[in-house]
Antibody, heavy 121, light 110 residues
Framework: EVQLVESGGGLVQPGRSLRLSCAAS????????MHWVRQAPGKGLEWVSG????????GYADSVKGRFTISRDNAKNSLYLQMNSLRAEDTALYYC??????????????WGQGTLVTVSS | QSVLTQPPSASGTPGQRVTISCSGS????????VYWYQQLPGTAPKLLIY???QRPSGVPDRFSGSKSGTSASLAISGLRSEDEADYYC???????????FGGGTKLTVL
């Protein structure tokens, strides 16, 4: 059974940092691209960042470019999102999502339950 | 303002057929596959349609997707109360080198 379990969310002050993790199981992790998608309270889905199976291709939404860093550890079946210089508008539920064999595929067949990040003073 | 444009709301009565549109451009829908997601209240999104018109295992054939040029549509036939949810289209954008979602359509079953 495929499972994606996010962790690391919480309340953080503007300008501070937070690191999200996603533990994957039930599939061959290093065969697939992985992505982060977020959803602000009461709002729609926003693609945040994606990473190819070997970390050779990485991309970010304009809204987080230069502040967020995605990474993965295939030996640990884990995906990460380092979030720096956090802003109030980064407040959202952050989902980890399993992508396809190719990086630029927006078909996410499995999602985690999400981890809530709240940026507030 | 989302890169992909969807109507904010749609509605229908049980048994009806409803369609939800998704409008983009040559750099996203026009040159890449379109995906559709269903999000029930309080839950994570679920992949409903992949590669424009393919259904994952377990998705009823009441749901169908299509694409023409820079637009795509999701059709739901035989509408049921449990279809009441938010629906999102998504595609890769070659110009932005980013994934993009539509703003979402809230479907109400009257």
């Amino acid at each position: 059974e495929v499972q994606l379990v996010e962790s690391g969310g919480g309340l953080v002050q503007p300008g501070r940092s937070l690191r999200l993790s996603c533990a994957a199981s039930g599939f061959t992790f290093d065969d697939y691209a992985m992505h982060w998608v977020r959803q602000a309270p009461g709002k729609g889905l926003e693609w945040v960042s994606g990473i190819s199976w070997n970390s050779g291709s990485i991309g970010y939404a304009d809204s987080v470019k230069g502040r967020f860093t995605i990474s993965r550890d295939n030996a640990k079946n884990s995906l990460y999102l380092q979030m720096n210089s956090l802003r109030a508008e980064d407040t959202a539920l952050y989902y980890c999502a399993k992508g396809g064999y190719s990086y630029g595929i927006l078909g996410f067949d499995y999602w985690g339950q999400g981890t809530l990040v709240t940026v507030s003073s | 303002q989302s890169v992909l444009t969807q109507p904010p709301s749609a509605s229908g009565t049980p048994g009806q057929r409803v369609t939800i549109s998704c409008s983009g451009s040559s750099s996203n829908i026009g040159s890449n596959y379109v995906y559709w997601y269903q999000q029930l209240p309080g839950t994570a999104p679920k992949l409903l349609i992949y590669r424009n018109n393919q259904r994952p295992s377990g998705v009823p054939d009441r749901f169908s997707g299509s694409k023409s040029g820079t637009s795509a549509s999701l059709a739901i036939s035989g509408l049921r109360s449990e279809d009441e949810a938010d629906y999102y289209c998504a595609a890769w954008d070659d110009s932005l080198s980013q994934g993009v979602f539509g703003g979402g359509t809230k479907l109400t079953v009257l």
